[in-house]
């Protein structure tokens, strides 16, 4: 399945999408990407980071509350879901995703499987990685 279908197969509920995060200049592209999820998903669709996130994850979940939603449906928004899905968002320690949303009477569903196993993702990697070597190839 597509990550769009994900989201739109759960209209009923809130859905967050959780990348890694980074100091890299291309962190001011995730608005954008917020902006464009609204846009053609709509507004059921949050998006931070686990890192470095732009807003803490208190205030997510308050616009989320604030929003009427009562059950997350949480996408790791990460390659493979390892150990920042373990810990970071289905952790047993107070300040993960799946805790701090309880705190809050959200119910969390979580997807447990990262971006790699949608379908299509390998093979923009694959590109990606021909385009890399042709480039310094020739």
């Not at 009427?68 to 993960?96: E, T, W």
Request: aromatic share 8%.
């Amino acid at each position: 399945s597509s990550l769009k279908t994900l989201i739109t197969d759960s209209q009923q509920e809130a859905v967050l999408l959780l990348a890694h995060g980074t100091d890299h200049p291309c962190r001011a592209s995730y608005p954008m990407l917020q902006k464009i999820l609204h846009e053609q998903i709509g507004p059921q669709v949050f998006f931070t980071t686990i890192e470095k996130p732009a807003e803490p994850a208190k205030l997510i979940i308050k616009k989320i509350h604030e929003a009427g939603y009562r059950k997350v449906f949480c996408i790791p928004f990460l390659l493979v879901a390892g150990m920042h899905f373990l810990k970071d968002i289905n952790g047993d320690h107070q300040s993960s995703w799946r805790n701090l949303l309880k705190e809050q009477q959200i119910e969390i569903d979580l997807h447990d499987r990262g971006l790699a196993y949608l379908d299509g993702v390998d093979e923009i990697f694959c590109d990606h990685i021909d385009a890399a070597f042709n480039s310094i190839t020739t």
